[in-house]
C-alpha cells in the first residue's frame, strides 16, 4: 500500500504549534502523526478521556503522551495543552465528524457543546 502526504513542508521544524484535522475516521490521528514524523516532529492529540478507559486504547493514548480531556470538565486538558505548545511541542486538534445528511437538526444542541449525535451505535458523542 502507498499513501502520498502533501503539505508536510508546513509544519514547522521546531516550537508549539497546533495541528488542526478533520476527524472523519478513526485512523485520521494515525496518518496525521506519519505526516508529523515526516516533518521530525511528534504530535500530541487532545483525546477524550473515555479512550483512556480501554485497555488497548489506554495503553496507546499514554504511550503516544496524548491529553486526556474531559469534556465536562476541561480546564485541566486546556492547561495541558497550553503548557505543551510552551514547550515547543506539536499538538493535534480535531473537529468532530460532520453532521450527515440524515442527522437532523433536532438532535444538534444550542450551544454547540456537543454538536450532534451519531444515530450509529458507536462511543462518539
Given at each position: ?15 508549539g504549534a497546533?495541528?488542526?484535522i ?10 496525521a502523526s506519519?505526516?508529523?514524523?515526516r ?18 486504547g489506554?495503553?496507546v493514548?499514554?504511550q ?6 474531559d ?6 486538558a486546556?492547561?495541558?495543552a497550553?503548557q ?16 450527515s ?9 444550542s450551544g454547540?457543546?456537543?454538536g ?6 458507536c462511543?462518539?458523542?
Open positions: 500500500m502507498q499513501f502520498t502526504m502533501t503539505g508536510v513542508q508546513h509544519i514547522p521544524r521546531a516550537g497546533v495541528s488542526a478533520n476527524h472523519t475516521a478513526y485512523t485520521d490521528p494515525f496518518y506519519l505526516a508529523a514524523r516533518g521530525k516532529r511528534w504530535l500530541r492529540f487532545l483525546t477524550k478521556v473515555e479512550v483512556f478507559n480501554h485497555p488497548v489506554g495503553f493514548a499514554r503516544a503522551r496524548q491529553i486526556p480531556v469534556r465536562l470538565h476541561g480546564t485541566q486546556y492547561d495541558l497550553v505543551a505548545l510552551h514547550d515547543g511541542e506539536l499538538l493535534g486538534a480535531s473537529t468532530r465528524r460532520p453532521p445528511a440524515a442527522a437532523s437538526s433536532s438532535r444538534r444542541s454547540g457543546r456537543r450532534w449525535r451519531c444515530r450509529r451505535r462511543r462518539c458523542s
